[in-house]
């Protein structure tokens, strides 16, 4: 893994947690958008080069409404940035972690993802990222 590319904060309501990280951070997101196949709707603010990322369920089955009903609002994930991810879903399962996915697929802000199992990396959800081609 090459870099911390975001962090992943899931919440309710969208348009009231854009408002209050534009205050927190002194500046608007720079985008908002949906992936449907997640059920999410993301919103992006830049931070010296890390992003976070806000995340909002759009139907009740979606894995960030599942999280926000179990743990509530809060830090949903770390995703860093790889050059080459099915390579590092490879190398991650031959180093013994679960890949929630074993081929990459498509996310936000033009990525490819792949999610490692929270029970295999001390309770936290891992996502690798790597820009689409």
Same mark, same amino acid.
């Given at each position: 893994?090459? =870099? ?33 196949? !997640? ?7 830049? &931070?010296?080069?890390?992003?976070? !990322?806000?995340? !909002? ?8 409404? =599942? ?5 509530? !609002?809060? &830090? ?28 990459? =697929? ?12 929270? =029970?295999?990396?001390?309770? &936290?959800? &891992? ?7």
């Amino acid at each position: 893994m090459e =870099k911390l590319e975001h962090i992943g904060i899931a919440v309710r309501n969208l348009d009231e947690a854009n408002a209050l990280f534009a205050r927190l951070l002194g500046k608007p997101h720079y985008k908002i958008e949906t992936v449907e196949s !997640e059920g999410v709707r993301t919103s992006f603010f830049d &931070v010296g080069g890390v992003k976070i !990322e806000l995340l !909002e369920a759009t139907r009740p089955d979606s894995p960030i409404a =599942k999280f926000i009903e179990k743990k509530g !609002e809060g &830090v949903h994930h770390l995703a860093f940035g790889v050059s080459h991810l099915a390579e590092s879903i490879s190398q991650a399962k031959q180093n013994g972690f679960v890949a929630l996915h074993e081929t990459p =697929k498509p996310g936000a802000d033009n990525k490819l993802i792949a999610f490692l199992h929270p =029970k295999t990396t001390n309770q &936290v959800l &891992v996502e690798m990222c790597q820009e689409k081609p």
